[in-house]
């Protein structure tokens, strides 16, 4: 059977920006202190009448136009995303309506911010084995629905968005565009770094969870931050060593967006000089599972990703989950 690739990208943000400037009037924070935090200017709010799906389905259509392939002839769409519509049905089974892709099978993974590529790794998966052909995974996120927007240490972080690509078989005689590895880990011992504590089996809605804001997302971001930069460094490090890789051969490292520090301490350490880097942290926030396939997109649509080139994606997230994912384009 032949390797997975990704023929194709899409994205959408929603148009309303929200500045750090709209957060100084909201809670005790600065502009100054979340640009050197965290490298974030701005980020998006989706409408009242936008959801998880409404920001997939708009990503979805764009990578599949540019694939030059039908809803119809999906065979899988995975949603990677904490912020579904509903709990049932899935987004992806909503998405699977609104597309039209009657033959896809269609379900969610939940990863928090290392989403895509878990559903990345699924994907490769059924494409490696010959299940499936024609797959959509989706990052899709309305983390402002699980904001506090009174907890200045969590609200100025996050954004909303979506991205979407278009796997299938590689193609070429050599398989030179293809995905060359998917890893994915957890430990589930440090949940509780970063965590939604209602709202689901263990505390289910109630007067109580509501006056506390128990159904937004909490986070402890600077215990999450040291983790972070000491495990991706080895994830990264391994990932590249599987391949008999070094960074000096990646063309564009595609980091999760949790904060510029992050990115650059990881770059930093690597090797990996900063114009190789896609960002988008100071324009979008976190975007959780959104925030690599909507930078993978921006990447593939300024013509900064070549054929041949080397591309590595790297998150980490709640759960605690972290992931990696090396591509040849
Ligand atoms: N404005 C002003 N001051 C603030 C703000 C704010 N918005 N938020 C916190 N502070 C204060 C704190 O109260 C604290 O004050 P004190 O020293 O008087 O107690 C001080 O700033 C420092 O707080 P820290 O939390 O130590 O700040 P830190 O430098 O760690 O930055 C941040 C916080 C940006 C959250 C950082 O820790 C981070 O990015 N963590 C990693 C996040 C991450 O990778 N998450 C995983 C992915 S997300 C997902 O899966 C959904």
Not at 22 to 27: G, Y
Not at 188 to 211: H, Q, V
Request: proline letters at 4%.
């Amino acid at each position: 059977m032949p390797p997975a690739r990704i023929r194709a990208t899409g994205s959408y943000v929603p148009r309303k920006r929200l500045t750090n400037l709209d957060l100084e009037k909201m809670v005790d924070t600065s502009d100054e202190w979340i640009t050197t935090r965290t490298g974030i200017r701005e980020r998006r709010i989706a409408g009242p009448a936008e959801a998880c799906s409404d920001l997939a389905l708009k990503a979805s259509k764009r990578a599949l136009k540019a694939g030059g392939v039908k809803a119809a002839d999906l065979d899988l769409i995975i949603v990677a995303t904490v912020t579904p519509d509903t709990f049932v049905p899935s987004a992806a089974c909503v998405l699977q309506s609104k597309l039209g892709a009657s033959r896809a099978a269609a379900f969610d993974v939940n990863a928090a911010c290392s989403g895509f590529i878990y559903a990345l790794s699924v994907a490769d998966s059924f494409i490696r084995s010959g299940k499936c052909l024609n797959v959509l995974v989706v990052g899709s996120e309305v983390l402002s629905r699980v904001t506090n927007w009174q907890d200045r240490s969590t609200c100025v972080l996050f954004g909303d968005g979506a991205g979407a690509a278009l796997l299938g078989p590689a193609s070429d005689e050599t398989f030179q565009s293809r995905i060359i590895s998917v890893n994915i880990y957890a430990d589930g011992n440090m949940g509780d770094l970063l965590m939604i504590p209602a709202g689901g089996s263990r505390r289910p809605a109630s007067e109580d969870t509501l006056k506390n804001r128990l159904h937004c997302l909490q986070m402890s971001g600077n215990e999450t931050f040291k983790i972070a930069v000491k495990t991706l460094e080895s994830l990264v490090r391994n990932t590249l060593g599987a391949a008999g890789l070094t960074p000096s051969d990646i063309s564009l490292f595609v980091p999760h967006q949790a904060n510029l520090r992050i990115i650059r301490a990881t770059a930093e350490r690597l090797g990996i000089p900063i114009d190789k880097v896609a960002v988008n942290i100071d324009r979008l926030g976190n975007t959780s599972a959104a925030s690599i396939p909507i930078a993978l997109d921006e990447a593939v649509r300024s013509g900064r990703v070549k054929s041949g080139d080397y591309v590595l994606l790297e998150a980490f997230g709640g759960g605690l989950t972290w992931a990696s994912a090396l591509l040849r384009w």
